[in-house]
């Protein structure tokens, strides 16, 4: 993979993000069930974890940095099932790893909140299952447009390299 595939699966990693966090936006407003930005600021200005970098950055950055992984592992074999698959391992990872990190809990559920700091507290949605349908969801999507935006650029690119395909 080169310099400018690396570029090229980036940008469409950036804009994958981008359209997931619109529906994430819209499902937001329309069931308020997650909060955006509170629970994830809250939680890594508390952990003193890149503090100072702002949430969507860093979901920017981690947006553009998978559908590169995407692209170097699957290169002209990427499709949308292969991102979605890709949405769902980061989902998995978020419920079982980084979720319990950041205080969310295994899947959300979170356990006895007397046990909770401050900030944690904060942080407790109105019902674990809003959570994990939510971020699903918002993973698929992503998954879905970064395996759909990449498979359109590598074909583009086959056709302009070889237009009598």
């Keep these: ?30 069931i308020e069930v997650v909060p955006f930005y509170v629970p994830a600021a809250t939680t890594v200005h508390h952990r003193d974890i890149m503090v100072g970098v702002d949430v969507s950055t860093i ?16 290169k002209d074999k990427v499709s949308p099932l292969k991102g979605v698959y890709l949405g769902l391992a980061l989902w ?17 559920f979170h356990g006895a909140e007397a046990s ?8 407790v949605f109105e019902s674990p299952w809003g959570y994990m349908f939510a971020t699903f969801g918002i993973h698929v999507i992503y998954g879905l447009f970064a395996g759909l935006l990449n498979k359109h650029v590598l074909d583009l690119d086959k056709f302009k390299s070889n237009p009598t395909l």
């Design 116 to 123: 909770l700091t401050e900030a944690q507290k904060l942080m």
């Design 59 to 74: 979901l920017m950055v981690f947006g553009a940095f998978w559908s590169i992984i995407l692209v170097a592992l699957f």
């Design 92 to 108: 998995l990872f978020l419920m079982v790893v980084y979720g319990p990190f950041l205080g969310w809990g295994f899947f959300g």
């Design 1 to 30: 993979m080169d310099f400018v595939e690396m570029v090229k699966a980036a940008l469409c990693g950036l804009a994958s993000i981008f359209i997931a966090f619109i529906f994430f936006v819209i499902y937001a407003d329309i």
